[in-house]
C-alpha cells in the first residue's frame, strides 16, 4: 500500500485488539460506514476500509483558504472586463455579431485596446464594488432593525428562511436605482462620453430615485417599472444558488462516502472549532458549481433586464462588431414582456444570449486561476512540509492514528 511499504498491520486501526470480545471504537466505525458491525473472525483480517491517504488538516485548510480566496478575488475584480464585454452585446439589440462563441471577441478586443486605453474594459469598476458594498450595508441594516437572519445558516424555521429572503428582496429593490447607474458606466465607451467620477453612481441613483414615476428623459423606464424585475432576478439566482449548492453537496459528500474518505466518524476526529478539510474542498466545489451554473441558466433573463435599465439613458457603447466604432443605444421597450416578444421576433432566440462567448471567458478564467491557486499552493505546502512522519513499532503512522483515533 502507497505510503506503508510491505510494514505488517497498516490497516488495523490504533487501538485494535484482536483478543478482545468487543472493539467498541472501531465497531463503530465500521457499523457508521456500512451498516453493519464487523465481523468478527478467529483471525483478523482487517477491514476493507484503508484510510493511508487522508489529508493534514493544516495543509488542507490552507490550500482550501487559498482557493476561496482566488475565487472570490476573481469574481469580484478579474472578471470585472468579461462583464463588461458581455453587458455591451447583451444591451446592444443592433449587434451584427452576436459574439456567443469566445472566439469572435479576441480580434475585437486587441482592436480596443489599439483605439482606446488599455483602462477601456475596467470601466465602471469602482461603481460596481461600491454597488456590492451597498447591497451588504442595506442587508447588514435591515437585519438589525428587524431581527431577520442576515444569513441562511441562521435559518432554522419556515418563518427565518422567508424573513431571511424577504431581506433580500428589500435590499435588492433599495440599491436597483445605483446599480441602475453601475450598469451604465459599465457600459458606455470612453473615447464618446466623459469619464465619471468615482461617487457619480450615488448621484445618479438618487436622481433615479426622485425620478421614480416621470423621469426627465423620454423613453427612459421609470425605476418602478423594473424594480420587481431586478429583485426578482436576484432572489431567483440566489435561491438557484442555494438550491443547486445542496444538491452537489449531496452528491459530492454521496461520492466521498462511497470512496470511504469521509464518514461521521472521520468528522468527529477533528476539534469543535476546526472544519474538516474535505467538507470544506466539498463546499468549495458545490460554490463553484453552482455559481457557473447560475451563471448560465439567467442569462437571458440577464440580457432582458440590463436592456430595460439602460433604455433612455442616452448611452454611447463601443460597436463589438468592428472595436473601431461607437454606436447609441436607441430602444423603445414598454416594459419586459414586450422586451422578450420583440427581442425573439428581430433576433431570434440567440439575441438573449448576445455576448455569451464573454461569460465562457469568464468561467474559462476564473477556473483556470483557481486551478493556478491550488497547484501553486500545494507546492509551497509540499515544500513547507517535514520530510518525514514518524511512525510507531509496528509500523502505523502516528499521524493518521491520531486522525481517525484521538
Not at 12 to 32: H, I, K, M, V
Not at 107 to 113: A, G, N, T, W
Not at 188 to 205: H, T, W, Y
Not at 230 to 258: D, E, P, W
Request: charged share 20%; with cysteine.
Amino acid at each position: 500500500m502507497a505510503g506503508f511499504g510491505d510494514y505488517t498491520g497498516y490497516n488495523r486501526p490504533f487501538g485494535f485488539d484482536p483478543n478482545r470480545e468487543s472493539n467498541d471504537l472501531y465497531d463503530t466505525r465500521y457499523q457508521q460506514i456500512y451498516g453493519y458491525h464487523t465481523p468478527m473472525t478467529e483471525e483478523y483480517q482487517g477491514p476493507p476500509l484503508v484510510m493511508d491517504d487522508i489529508p493534514e488538516e493544516e495543509n488542507n485548510t490552507f490550500v482550501t483558504t487559498a482557493i476561496s480566496v482566488a475565487s472570490l478575488v476573481t469574481e469580484n475584480l478579474l472578471s470585472h472586463p468579461f462583464i463588461v464585454l458581455r453587458r455591451q452585446c447583451q444591451v446592444n439589440r443592433g449587434l451584427k455579431s452576436y459574439h456567443i462563441v469566445p472566439y469572435t471577441l479576441l480580434p475585437v478586443v486587441v482592436k480596443l485596446h489599439r483605439r482606446q486605453e488599455i483602462t477601456t474594459l475596467w470601466k465602471g469598476i469602482g461603481s460596481t464594488c461600491i454597488v456590492k458594498g451597498l447591497n451588504l450595508a442595506v442587508e447588514d441594516l435591515i437585519s438589525k432593525g428587524t431581527n431577520w437572519p442576515k444569513d441562511i445558516g441562521k435559518c432554522h424555521s419556515v418563518l427565518q428562511f422567508l424573513q431571511h429572503i424577504t431581506l433580500k428582496c428589500v435590499s435588492l429593490a433599495i440599491i436597483t436605482p445605483f446599480y441602475s447607474a453601475s450598469l451604465v458606466e459599465t457600459v458606455q465607451s470612453d473615447i464618446a462620453s466623459d469619464k465619471p467620477a468615482l461617487f457619480d453612481v450615488f448621484r445618479e441613483g438618487f436622481l433615479r430615485i426622485l425620478e421614480w414615476g416621470t423621469p426627465s428623459k423620454g423613453r427612459m423606464l421609470p425605476i418602478w417599472a423594473i424594480v420587481l424585475q431586478t429583485a426578482g432576478l436576484g432572489v431567483s439566482k440566489y435561491l438557484a444558488h442555494l438550491l443547486l449548492r445542496k444538491i452537489t453537496i449531496k452528491a459530492l459528500r454521496f461520492q466521498q462516502r462511497h470512496r470511504h474518505e469521509l464518514s461521521d466518524s472521520y468528522n468527529s476526529n477533528f476539534p469543535k472549532n476546526t472544519q474538516n478539510p474535505l467538507i470544506e474542498d466539498i463546499n468549495l466545489k458545490a460554490n463553484i458549481f453552482s455559481f457557473i451554473t447560475m451563471e448560465i441558466i439567467f442569462y437571458p433573463i440577464e440580457t432582458i433586464i440590463h436592456r430595460l435599465h439602460i433604455q433612455g439613458t442616452r448611452t454611447i457603447i463601443d460597436n463589438l462588431d468592428t472595436g473601431t466604432s461607437v454606436t447609441p443605444i436607441l430602444t423603445g421597450y414598454e416594459g419586459f414582456m414586450d422586451c422578450y416578444n420583440t427581442t425573439i421576433s428581430k433576433e431570434g432566440i440567440s439575441g438573449l444570449y448576445k455576448g455569451f462567448g464573454a461569460l465562457v471567458l469568464q468561467l474559462a478564467a476564473h477556473l483556470a486561476i483557481i486551478k493556478l491557486t491550488t497547484i501553486v499552493v500545494n507546492e509551497v505546502s509540499n515544500l513547507l512540509k517535514p520530510a518525514s512522519t514518524p511512525t510507531n513499532s509496528d509500523g502505523s503512522n502516528v499521524s493518521h492514528q491520531k486522525y481517525l483515533f484521538n
